[in-house]
């Protein structure tokens, strides 16, 4: 499908342009040793939390109480969370009191029906999963074909055992018997700022925090001052916009609620993804770090709109200085920067980018037609397609090729040229997510042509 000595070629004579100047370490290399972030195992965070990664997408742990367990987020799917049950039941044997959920995505909450027993409270934070049901009330369904390109679920597994946060776990089938339960639904909620759980005789302070949902909490573990942060964190540039499609993703509270979160002056911090972090001097600082990186990519931002910047120009306005991009949980393994500038832009101005020109812009097929125009006809276009192909600049070969698709959509040859070109980028590209979407996109492409 791929055509690998062509890529194997292009990748050994072509620098990789999303390897910033001070990072040196190619990015297959990079990805191939974040295999390791996500291998199967229970961490013992501290004396009594313990955390299980690598089983699905996102963490399991468990707080171990005098009377009973607490739990926190439940892993993609009930196979993963019996086996991650399975792995908690050789430390202790005792009920599982509460289930908190650090806000509503699937990869959270799936894996649920496998821990609640008869009387376990399932706590979380209004209002609940907004972001799915407002989809589902506007009737809207390309996000489910968007994100299984993200996650790449349909293309083929390769040395690459990861998805950019979590392990390559897709679940075996929906129509596993055993596993086509009902979701589990919050029995405890609360709107306010935050609530205090005392179950289980443990004290749990659940705080309001805005982030990657407006139904995010962290959880803070005073006794043993542990933060579970939910998606607000993780070892990665955080998905401050998600490729499959999402509403605006409120950067401005999720600074806020990093803040917060390093108020507690945390000694342990695990993350909605990747594997905890013990420490307190590591936890201040990367948490730091983190908080500053995103301050930074946002100020600059809103400086720039200020300007009267189009999002285009932001990009490279707000672009990461080099002492984070060299951070490894700063790269952009999951979400990147460049689309975070994007979605603060469209956050808070919509679509307008302020530009007259945009107002009124001709039609997709109009500007193919006048491109091909101005090349010189088709041919002249195909030549500079192939033309900018050879010369590596595979991105520019991108954007020509589809002004002659817009001309001629079921071109075979087309077609294929565009799917060659995304998985030859797909293998420079550190982002899983764009990876994934690439490749996913590409095999589309072919399955296309094929039919
Ligand atoms: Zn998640």
Redesign the pocket.
Same mark, same amino acid.
Do not use: A, F
């Given at each position: 499908m791929i055509r690998r000595s062509l890529v194997v070629i292009l990748i050994a004579t072509c620098l990789a342009p999303l390897i910033s100047a001070d990072d040196r370490t190619p990015t297959r290399e990079l990805l191939l040793a974040r295999n390791q972030e996500f291998q199967q195992e229970v961490i013992r965070v501290s004396e009594r939390v313990y955390t299980a990664v690598g089983f699905g997408?996102?963490p399991v742990s468990m707080i171990v109480g005098d009377s009973g367990l607490v739990i926190i987020d439940s892993g993609l799917d009930p196979a993963s969370g019996r086996r991650v049950l399975a792995e908690f039941r050789k430390v202790t044997d005792k009920p599982v009191k509460a289930i908190v959920f650090t %806000?509503s %995505?699937g990869? @959270?909450t799936g894996g649920a029906a496998a821990l609640v027993q008869d009387d376990t409270e399932v706590w979380a934070r209004e209002p609940f999963n907004t972001e799915q049901r407002l989809f589902q009330e506007a009737g809207l369904t390309i996000t489910q074909i968007r994100g299984f390109r993200q996650f790449g679920v349909l293309v083929p597994e390769d040395e690459i055992k990861h998805v950019g946060? #979590?392990a390559r776990y897709f679940p075996e089938s929906v129509s596993n018997a055993q596993d086509s339960v009902e979701p589990v639904i919050p029995t405890h909620t609360f709107s306010s700022e935050g609530t205090t759980l005392n179950v289980a005789g443990l004290e749990l302070e659940l705080v309001a925090a805005n982030g990657?949902t407006s139904d995010q909490l962290f959880a803070w573990f005073d006794a043993e001052r542990v933060v579970f942060a #939910?998606?607000n964190f993780?070892k990665s540039w955080p998905n401050l916009y998600a490729i499959r499609g999402t509403g605006y993703r409120d950067v401005y509270a999720w600074i806020g609620s990093l803040t917060s979160m390093l108020k507690k002056k945390p000694h342990h911090l695990v993350g #909605? @993804?990747t594997r905890p972090i013990v420490g307190e001097a590591k936890v201040l600082e990367v948490l730091t770090n983190y908080r500053d990186a995103v301050k930074y990519v946002f100020d600059k931002t809103i400086e720039g709109m200020n300007k009267g910047l189009t999002p285009d120009e932001l990009v490279e306005h707000a672009a990461l200085p080099e002492k984070y991009r060299g951070l490894d949980y700063l790269r952009p393994y999951y979400g990147h920067p460049d689309w975070g500038v994007r979605s603060i832009f469209t956050g808070y101005l919509g679509w307008f980018d302020g530009n007259p020109t945009s107002l009124f812009p001709l039609g997709p097929r109009e500007q193919a037609s006048r491109m091909a125009e101005l090349a010189g006809g088709r041919e002249a276009l195909e030549r500079a397609v192939s033309e900018a192909s050879e010369a590596g600049q595979y991105q520019w070969a991108l954007q020509l090729v589809d002004h002659l698709l817009r001309l001629s959509p079921n071109d075979r040859s087309l077609l294929l040229t565009k799917a060659d070109l995304l998985d030859t980028m797909s293998e420079q590209i550190l982002n899983m997510t764009a990876r994934n979407y690439f490749r996913a996109y590409a095999f589309e492409l072919r399955t296309k042509v094929e039919s």
């Open positions: 997408l996102s %806000h %995505h990869d @959270h946060i #979590g990657e #939910g998606d993780y #909605g @993804h």
